[in-house]
């Protein structure tokens, strides 16, 4: 479980991005014969805008479920999280998630992977060189 995670802006500028305010996830038991999970437990956290953070953790510490909330796919238990500074409600809009598991599309590069949101919503081409930017920022190669 992630609990008490905490950081500093390491990058980007001072506009706070993603903020994690006291964040608590908790899935309850499938039955009666056992306990509830709590996946991450106040969890503040602030990620500036443009700011690279990696969150590194054993399976099933609470790391997608951390990426679940701030793309606005999981409401947290407790607590709460803004995107520039407005309250996360339902999905959010202003980013773009991929999931971990298989659902990259092996015929498409990853830019073409990285922009499908965009192409779906008819935004392709505003998006795509920012896109590019960010990707080219964060490349190991």
Same mark, same amino acid.
């Given at each position: 479980? !992630?609990?008490?995670?905490?950081?500093?802006?390491?990058?980007?500028?001072?506009?706070?991005? #993603?903020?994690?305010?006291? #964040?608590?996830?908790?899935?309850?038991?499938?039955?009666?014969?056992?306990?509830?999970?709590?996946?991450?437990?106040?969890?503040?956290?602030? #990620?500036?805008?443009?700011?690279? !953070?990696?969150?590194?953790?054993?399976?099933?510490?609470?790391?997608?479920?951390? !990426?679940?909330?701030?793309?606005?796919?999981?409401?947290?238990?407790?607590?709460?999280?803004?995107?520039?500074?407005?309250?996360?409600?339902?999905?959010?809009?202003?980013?773009?998630? !991929?999931?971990?598991?298989?659902?990259?599309?092996?015929? /498409?590069?990853?830019?073409?992977?990285?922009?499908?949101?965009?192409?779906?919503?008819? /935004?392709? /081409?505003?998006?795509?060189?920012?896109?590019?930017?960010?990707?080219?920022?964060?490349? /190991?190669?």
């Amino acid at each position: 479980m !992630l609990a008490n995670v905490k950081t500093q802006n390491c990058g980007g500028d001072e506009t706070i991005a #993603v903020k994690f305010d006291a #964040v608590t996830c908790e899935f309850p038991a499938r039955d009666e014969k056992t306990e509830g999970y709590i996946a991450v437990k106040d969890v503040t956290l602030d #990620v500036a805008n443009g700011e690279f !953070l990696s969150i590194v953790g054993p399976t099933g510490c609470g790391k997608s479920t951390l !990426l679940n909330v701030a793309a606005g796919l999981l409401e947290p238990s407790y607590g709460s999280i803004q995107i520039f500074g407005e309250s996360l409600r339902g999905l959010n809009t202003s980013a773009g998630y !991929l999931f971990q598991s298989d659902t990259l599309m092996p015929w /498409r590069t990853a830019l073409e992977n990285v922009t499908t949101g965009l192409e779906i919503r008819g /935004r392709s /081409r505003e998006g795509t060189s920012g896109a590019r930017a960010t990707m080219a920022r964060t490349s /190991r190669s």
